[in-house]
Structures are given as C-alpha cells and as structure tokens.
C-alpha cells in the first residue's frame, strides 16, 4: 500500500453508509482495511443495479480498498478469532450502539485487553451521557433531529424535504477519519490507545449551527436563528433565457464589476441595498431578485463569458449525467474505468486529494463477501484446522484463499 497512513491497519466493524465511508477515506490515504462483516452481509450490497446480488452500485463506491471477512460473533469462535484480528491492529472501527458492542463481549476493555494501543473507534447517533444514547439513528432521523428538512421549508416555503444525498452519514463519515487520524498522531507520540466516540447528532449539530444559530449566538439573542442569505428563496441557479447559471457575487469589488457590466455602475453607492456586505446580507432576497431578473437576458454561453471575463464567481449548473461528463473532471483524471473481476467494467473516481511524495491510490476494489476470510484468519495466526472448524460450523464462509485472494486487485 502506498499513501501518508500506508502501515496502519483497520478493523472496519461497521456497515451502511457512515462508518463504510469514514473506513474507506482512511483507506484511501493508505491504510490497510480489513471489513468485517455478518454471514449475510452489510445491507448496502444489496441496493441498487447490480451484475451479482450482494455487489449494489453504492457498495462498490464505499468499500474499494478492504478485505472481506465474513463472521458470526455471536458464536465464541468468531468473537475470538476477531480478538486475535484485533491483535494485529491499530484501529477497531464501529458503528454498532456501544450496548450491542458490549453484549457481544467487543466493549472497549475488552478490546483493550489483547491490544493496549488500539484507537477504539465508534459512529453511531447520540453522545452516550444523553437521554438518547441508546437510539438507533440513520441519516434522515439525524438530518430531522438536526434541523435541515425545517430549514428547506423556511427556504422555500414549501414542505420540509432531507436533504437529497446522505448528508448526515458522509458529513459524521468524515469527521470521523479526521478524528481517528488525531488519534493516531497522539498515539504516535505517546504510545498510548484510547477509546473515541463520534456521535452523528452532535457532529452534525455543530455543521448546522455553525451558520445557522446566527443571532442566538448572543446570550440574550439579538436576532432570529438562520443566516439569512442561505435561506432565502432567491438563493438558487439563476434561469437563463436558455439554460440555468450559478453565480455567486459576493465582494464589493464583484458587485462593482457586475453592476458596472450590466450598464448600472451608479447603483452600487445610490442604492444602499448594495453597499455593503451587511446590507447586501439584510436585503438578500431584493438583491438576488435583481440579478435572477438580469440573468433571465441573456443566454448561458454569454454569461459565462462575460461573468468570466470580469473576474465574477460562475458555472454552470450541471446535472448528474453531465457531472459524470464534466471537462475539467475529464482533463484531472478524476474518473477511471477499471475492471473488477465479477462485476465487469466499472467508472470509479480517484482520490481527490494529491500528495507529492506519498501518493494515495487504493489497490484493491470492493470486495466479495467473505472473500478474504480464509486469508485473514490465516495472518492472524488461526491454524487451517481451526479455520476448517468454522466454517463446518457456520462461523465463517469458506472460500479458498487460492479461488478469492487478489480477485478485487486494481486491474
């Protein structure tokens, strides 16, 4: 493995979306990931247009990178083979409640007891001292709990709507690695593990109200809740006589650009509304109704090449199929078709992020269920005798390491 975190290796005990991606960003910069998942699988295998049943389209995007072991650890047998997986580890993640956790003897003593260094590592919905702490939570019940479907109704007045992409479990996803690399680093200087607990209602909180406690950050508050110009019913593409732009004028010298652009240079100091960033701000709705109604005078063409040439923020408003057609996404190289071995040819994308000296390129695709436990279980010191016992007893699945080892290699 190549990549800044090439060495470490991860325990990914966590299924769905939040924790699988939190996992796989890890992988991306160069850990190795090993996924450990129930006999019938992480859920997410199964949604979506797919060549085989357990090998769903958004599975393959959030497992690229990691080894599949299948286990039952109820059975004492898989409990004891993931202890001794642990030993060899440097990060247990979850994404099961902390009382599940318990109750299959994988709490974080337990886990700490074979390996006193492990970053034990847990997603889940609610910060444990709260009235909450033992409620399952998914990304709509957060997104609610968080206020984002009553800031879509504030915006547009119509009925509250989730935001239309996992929000919730990719925002916490993320939080989540940049938590576990601190970890690390401190580890790396003291020496010592520690347990860490990223809670989805609370990250996401602080990402919501980060703009919107607004004049309730003031103790009495001086205004409402919300920023005002991200709730506005104006802030949105901008129609144009053929098409849709996005266009964000923001800076005083913009706006002089702009209005100077459209033959309107006095109005920037006549007009109070457009005289500075505060004013702009109290008036967003008036100011973006001004330009919605510029913008509906020309063509798109145009606009882009009159906005761009007067320095002025724009682009076009893609769709996701022309997303996936997008010239600059094409001339970085940020998708690539690659062969996996089951599911045919598949567009992945790179990591976005660029590093001079380590570059980051996972080497493996998503993997089959199972398709690694054999391989694992061996480096973890499990003899063939205890490895053919679980799998006569169901414990784990039994592919060979001859039949699936390398089978999801990077083509």
Same mark, same amino acid.
């Given at each position: ?17 939040? +924790? ?58 898989? !409990? ?16 099961? !409640? ?24 847990? /997603?889940? +919905? ?19 709990? /968080? ?45 010592? +593990? ?51 732009? /996005? ?15 459209? +033959? ?82 598949? !567009?992945?994308? !790179? ?61």
């Amino acid at each position: 493995m190549s990549g800044p975190l090439a060495g470490v290796r991860v325990i990914d005990f966590t299924t769905i979306v939040m +924790g699988p991606y939190a996992s796989q960003l890890l992988g991306d910069l160069g850990a190795e990931l090993i996924k450990v998942e129930a006999l019938g699988g992480d859920a997410m295998r199964f949604v979506g247009p797919k060549k085989h049943a357990d090998m769903g389209p958004n599975f393959l995007h959030l497992n690229r990178g990691k080894r599949s072991v299948a286990l039952d650890l109820k059975h004492a047998l898989g !409990r004891a083979a993931l202890l001794q997986m642990v030993k060899r580890a440097d990060v247990f993640l979850y994404s099961l !409640r902390p009382h599940t956790l318990a109750r299959l003897g994988l709490g974080y003593d337990q886990v700490r007891a074979v390996n006193a260094g492990i970053i034990y590592a847990g /997603c889940f +919905g609610y910060g444990q001292r709260g009235p909450n702490a033992g409620k399952p939570a998914y990304d709509d019940l957060i997104q609610g709990a /968080c206020a984002v479907p009553s800031l879509t109704r504030r915006a547009t007045g119509g009925e509250p709507r989730y935001a239309p992409l996992n929000l919730a479990d990719r925002t916490v996803g993320m939080y989540a690695a940049m938590t576990i690399n601190a970890a690390l680093y401190e580890r790396a200087r003291s020496g010592l +593990g520690q347990e860490v607990q990223i809670p989805m209602f609370e990250t996401l909180t602080q990402f919501v109200l980060g703009d919107h406690m607004w004049g309730h950050t003031h103790v009495p508050p001086n205004d409402g809740t919300a920023y005002v110009r991200l709730i506005s019913p104006e802030r949105r593409p901008f129609r144009t006589l053929d098409g849709f732009i /996005c266009v964000l004028i923001y800076s005083d010298r913009q706006w002089q650009s702009f209005l100077a652009l459209i +033959g309107q240079p006095g109005r920037f100091t006549e007009d109070a509304r457009f005289r500075d960033a505060d004013s702009r701000t109290r008036h967003v709705d008036e100011v973006q109704a001004f330009v919605a109604v510029t913008l509906a005078t020309r063509g798109t063409e145009e606009w882009l090449t009159v906005l761009e040439a007067a320095d002025i923020p724009v682009t076009r408003m893609n769709t996701l199929e022309s997303l996936l057609e997008d010239p600059h996404l094409a001339a970085t190289g940020f998708f690539e078709e690659v062969e996996h071995p089951t599911e045919g040819r598949l !567009r992945m994308m !790179r990591v976005p992020a660029e590093f001079s000296r380590t570059p980051a390129q996972p080497e493996r695709l998503a993997p089959r269920l199972g398709e690694h436990s054999v391989q694992v279980l061996r480096e973890a010191g499990l003899s063939d005798r205890q490895i053919a016992e679980m799998i006569e007893l169901g414990v784990t699945l039994g592919v060979t390491v001859d039949a699936a080892a390398n089978t999801s290699e990077r083509a």
